[in-house]
């Protein structure tokens, strides 16, 4: 591919064919290393500070579109951030009339204007990017030009609507990050003291025109502008009747209703009955002309079969919910018959199978629901029933009676699955176990879930005898079926109205709320006994484990049924349904959490508390269950047990514990007769199975686990000997077999051992159990110190990331009291650890994560450890949180730098700050702006701001009492003065386009705005955006400045 190399060649002419060429190998399907080497080639012709000049040669000539994009590409980088660099003002104005020509050429033909639409737009664009720089300069007579070159034909006026559109865009939307703030403010003035001659142009279009095309464009372009226009252009001209003709013809309706649908958002504030006056006029003119577009009775499923319709459709939505949720009460007043057709429409909607216009109607019914709410006058009968006051109490209410019986029907057959149920249903109508939840479905159901609980509180009565009835009606209809279409079972209908009943826990009083749910299990139960197949009796069964596990209280206050349906999560236990026996588990864990006491006394007509029956049946009731569901399983026993006084709980613990500790005792005597057997993958791997069920006891049971910890802390087979003992074996294996052994399927177990028996220690020590226990076992006793000598003597790849978890837990347990122990623990771990994060980003990321989480305990709960430590070691800290913050991961960045925050606050409140001050914080400045300027860190923006601003708040408080600078730096008469030049020398140097005047100027304005948050943030962002502008104010620039043929415009 040497011949393209005469394309860097600026000493002949551009051969543009050659060009196309290059860029077809691009886009072609040729062998990957060509397009590799084409790429990079294509990369270095547009990197060429040169390159925009060859960019009208290439458009004039070339026949590729691919390569007409690309140039345009240069152009618009060279416009937007070297605009200044050019060398004179006849060759940006060449540009500009280069630009101008092409674009008018183009659409002066309408049908060039369909053919080249991506070209002519990405022109528009390049064009706009011009008039950012000029129009408040050398161009303030743009928008006049503009207005008279729409003369010249329909087709121009068209494309001058799209340009004026994306300067809008441009200028109020999307300045921040390619715009100083003062800059888009000058922008955004110029754009509203010239915007009645724009007002004009499009009332002329409106009124004059017949060009459908020229009618959407100014449509368009009106749409951006009513974000920010003067509120006289619109409720002081006639452009809402304008806009409400344009609503009545099919091909505009849906981009006049965008319009209408702004104008509606508008709020009347201050009070203003005109603009009141006309909103409403707005509104019931939309619902005049909405019911000769969409007659009563219309099918709307039918009517939404093409795609138009359904933006139509959408956009209606949009108009009404945001026409109500800033007006509704103000319509209400002046006509309740609009604001009843509006509402009755969009439950119309909320009916209609469209997830997106559904999400459109919810957001507004969940305003509706909870501002209905709140001015309600809820009153509670004796039987316990929730009713509504009188009339008179709640006039709006009465009003959206029927609206609100309609939208509670919604709301329950549309319901979205709730992240407890873990069964869904495939695309082949099979039951599965769905792999893992729906973000998205989530925040449908709770936004769902949050509405059908503000209807339900305005009428639980309507809202219960809702549900029942059709629970009712499926199983009926599920009785009806012949017997050949018993697959044929409403399962989606029976899943929704259960989720809603899930959802609206909480809202009945006790009394209402058995007597709903006895009729809605005993509904439930009486479908699963007469179902058939095995995928119904799953559903059924996922429905009822999530409405139990949703009401604690019914549970709580009715233990025989809180018994039978611990006995039926039993049976589910041993349904082999994929999904079943999982959901089954949550269940019982979710209900052990809430009602623990019920089942940890003898309840009437028991003979002993329901923990000990259920343990007296432990084996039977985890027979079928998988090992992950039998440590969940033990996790929900556990959480009884924390609930139990002594010493119940502690022989609830060893009957929970005495399956495992069996097996544990078996292992231990094998282990003492044949030691050899504790290097075999199946021992070992039998440990760790045994060791993750404790670790799940450990989190559930509370302190009490000691008690059995006990047993495994003491005696010859115990976890710190297991610990020790595949700390050997693993490093003598890899001694043998190398550093990469240690990721072997015969190790692997071992390193699971050492980790389970970290994470046992870890959930024990987080379990809150008292502090002399915790002391002796890790502080007096050397475990501790084996474990942390093991991690720092361990190759790289075999340190567990679990130690530095486990000695965040102990610091954050012991606080300030193992301030003397924390720098010797810090000996064994950190030196090593920063080997091995610090020679790049990525690089064992769960180390690196829990070795940042460790420092910044330290920081939060024993900071005096900082005290104690080296100079050395304390720079070592520092210069790894200034490593952190470097980091891509946001994460990592964001600890990093919330630590140093919390660093020097706690040093500036000590006898030791002038010392911390002096030896960091000058280097943490010039960190900071490297990331600040890097753009690579843009995520992490308004910490890094917080941290800078702290720093400068230091200085200019005085609160430095000696010089920042060394001896060589010079003297100054304030550190101030000092951190300023030195700021602005640092900016300067890494960018010395920037004239030193100028970035001293800005440095000397984010100093003086440090205590101002907001306003720090703006004017950091405004240098930011000057950089990357890459302005040239004083310097020449050092590139070809000779004259290019064709590229000044030539005024004919």
């Not at 009106?222 to 452009?239: K, S």
């Not at 809603?500 to 009486?526: K, Y």
């Not at 588990?585 to 923990?611: G, H, L, S, W, Y």
Request: aromatic share 10%; glycine share 4%; hydrophobic share 40%.
């Amino acid at each position: 591919m040497s011949h393209f190399d005469q394309l860097f060649d600026y000493e002949r002419e551009l051969d543009v064919d050659l060009l196309d060429n290059l860029v077809n190998i691009i886009f072609s399907n040729t062998s990957s290393a060509d397009k590799q080497r084409a790429q990079e080639m294509m990369t270095q012709f547009q990197s060429d500070p040169r390159a925009w000049s060859r960019v009208p040669r290439i458009l004039e000539r070339s026949r590729s579109t691919n390569t007409k994009f690309l140039a345009l590409k240069i152009l618009e980088d060279v416009i937007q951030h070297k605009w200044k660099a050019i060398a004179s003002d006849e060759e940006r104005q060449g540009i500009k009339g280069f630009l101008i020509e092409n674009i008018v050429t183009l659409s002066r033909d309408p049908a060039q204007m369909v053919v080249q639409k991506l070209y002519l737009d990405k022109l528009n664009k390049v064009l706009v990017q011009v008039i950012k720089h000029e129009w408040t300069t050398i161009w303030s007579n743009f928008v006049t030009e503009l207005i008279t070159s729409s003369q010249q034909s329909e087709s121009v006026c068209q494309n001058n609507m799209n340009i004026l559109k994306l300067l809008s865009e441009e200028i109020f939307d999307a300045w921040k990050g390619t715009l100083q703030f003062e800059k888009a403010k000058m922008l955004r003035m110029q754009f509203q003291t010239q915007f009645g001659q724009i007002f004009q142009l499009c009332h002329f279009v409106f009124s004059n025109s017949q060009s459908i095309p020229l009618i959407k464009a100014t449509l368009k372009a009106l749409l951006g502008f009513l974000t920010w226009i003067p509120p006289q252009y619109i409720f002081e001209t006639e452009l809402i009747p304008a806009l409400l003709r344009f609503f009545a013809i099919p091909a505009f309706s849906s981009d006049s209703l965008k319009c209408l649908t702004e104008i509606a958002s508008i709020p009347n504030n201050p009070p203003n009955p005109k603009s009141l006056q006309l909103q409403f006029e707005m509104i019931n003119g939309v619902l005049d002309r909405l019911f000769h577009l969409i007659p009563p009775g219309t099918d709307l499923e039918a009517f939404c079969g093409d795609d138009e319709r359904q933006k139509l459709i959408q956009n209606l939505a949009l108009f009404f919910t945001n026409s109500m949720k800033t007006h509704g009460e103000a319509v209400e007043k002046i006509s309740t018959t609009a604001s009843l057709k509006a509402h009755e429409f969009l439950v119309d909607l909320s009916f209609l199978e469209d997830e997106e216009l559904f999400k459109i109607c919810l957001e507004y019914w969940s305003f509706m629901a909870k501002s209905l709410y709140e001015g309600k006058d809820i009153r509670f009968e004796p039987q316990g029933l929730m009713r509504l006051g009188s009339a008179g109490d709640s006039p709006r209410i009465q009003l959206y009676d029927n609206v609100l019986r309609r939208l509670r029907e919604a709301m329950i057959k549309r319901m979205a699955k709730p992240c407890e149920v873990l069964l869904i249903e495939n695309e082949d109508g099979e039951v599965v176990r769905q792999e893992s939840p729906e973000i998205e479905e989530q925040i449908l159901y709770n936004s769902m879930r949050e509405t059908l609980v503000y209807l339900a509180n305005l009428n639980v009565v309507q809202t219960s005898d809702m549900m029942t009835s059709m629970l009712r009606e499926i199983s009926t209809a599920i009785e009806r079926l012949p017997k050949h279409e018993k697959d044929n079972w409403p399962r989606q209908r029976l899943n929704r109205v259960c989720w809603a009943i899930g959802s609206v826990s909480g809202v009945h009083q006790e009394a209402a709320e058995r007597e709903f749910l006895c009729i809605v299990i005993h509904q439930l139960l009486h479908m699963c006994a007469t179902a058939q197949q095995k995928d119904n009796k799953a559903v059924i069964a996922s429905n009822i484990m999530y409405i139990v596990g949703r009401y604690p209280r019914f549970l709580r206050s009715f233990w025989k049924f809180l018994k039978t349906v611990a006995n039926k999560l039993f049976e589910f236990m041993h349904e082999k349904h994929p999904g079943v026996q999982d959901m089954a588990c949550d269940t019982f864990i979710t209900i052990t959490k809430c009602c623990a006491n019920e089942m940890i006394v003898i309840q009437q007509e028991e003979r002993e508390p329901f923990v000990f029956e259920i343990l007296s049946r432990l084996p039977a009731h985890t027979s079928d269950l998988n090992e992950q569901q039998k440590n969940e399983f033990f996790k929900a026993i556990g959480y009884c047990i924390a609930s139990s006084p002594e010493p119940m709980n502690i022989e609830a613990l060893k009957r929970l514990t005495i399956f495992p500790y069996e097996q544990w005792q078996d292992l231990g005597n094998r282990a003492i007769r044949e030691p050899p057997i504790l290097n075999t993958k199946e021992f070992s791997s039998a440990l760790a199975s045994i060791l993750k069920s404790y670790v799940q006891i450990a989190s559930s049971t509370g302190p009490v686990f000691y008690c059995h910890l006990q047993e495994l802390l003491n005696g010859p087979f115990t976890i710190v000997m297991l610990y020790n003992h595949y700390s050997q074996a693993l490093s003598a294996y890899v001694a043998e077999k190398g550093r990469d052994a240690v990721t072997h399927h015969i190790v692997r177990p071992f390193r699971s051992v050492k980790r389970e028996i970290l994470l046992l220690m870890r959930k024990f020590v987080q379990s809150d159990p008292k502090p002399q226990l915790v002391h002796e076992i890790f502080i007096q006793a050397p475990f501790l110190q084996s474990i942390l000598s093991d991690y720092g003597n361990s190759i790289e790849p075999a340190r567990d990331p679990e130690v530095l978890s486990l000695l965040s837990c102990l610091i954050q347990f012991f606080k300030g009291s193992i301030v003397d122990q924390v720098p010797g623990m810090l000996g064994y771990v950190f030196d090593c650890t920063l080997q091995m994060i610090k020679h790049n980003y990525i690089d064992f990321p769960e180390i690196r994560l829990n070795f940042y989480h460790l420092i910044s305990s330290i920081a939060k709960y024993c900071f005096e450890a900082f005290f104690k430590m080296e100079k050395l070691s304390l720079e070592l800290v520092i210069k790894s949180l200034d490593w952190g913050f470097k980091h891509a991961s946001h994460n990592i960045a964001e600890i990093s730098l919330q630590t140093l925050q919390d660093v020097l606050t706690q040093f500036s409140q000590s006898n030791f700050a002038e010392a911390f001050y002096q030896c960091f914080l000058m280097s943490l400045v010039q960190s900071l702006l490297e990331v600040l300027t890097d753009g690579l860190h843009k995520s992490a923006l308004t910490l890094q701001a917080s941290l800078l601003a702290h720093i400068f708040v230091i200085v200019l408080e005085d609160r430095v009492q000696g010089p920042l600078w060394k001896p060589e730096d010079g003297s100054f008469p304030s550190n101030k003065e000092f951190l300023k030049q030195r700021l602005s020398f640092l900016l300067h140097n890494e960018f010395n386009q920037l004239t030193f005047n100028h970035v001293a100027s800005m440095v000397e304005g984010l100093m003086l705005s440090s205590k101002n948050s907001s306003l720090f943030k703006q004017n950091l962002r405004d240098l930011l955006v000057t950089i990357k502008e890459d302005l040239y104010e004083e310097q020449a620039v050092e590139e070809d400045k000779s004259h290019v043929p064709g590229l000044v415009y030539q005024q004919h």
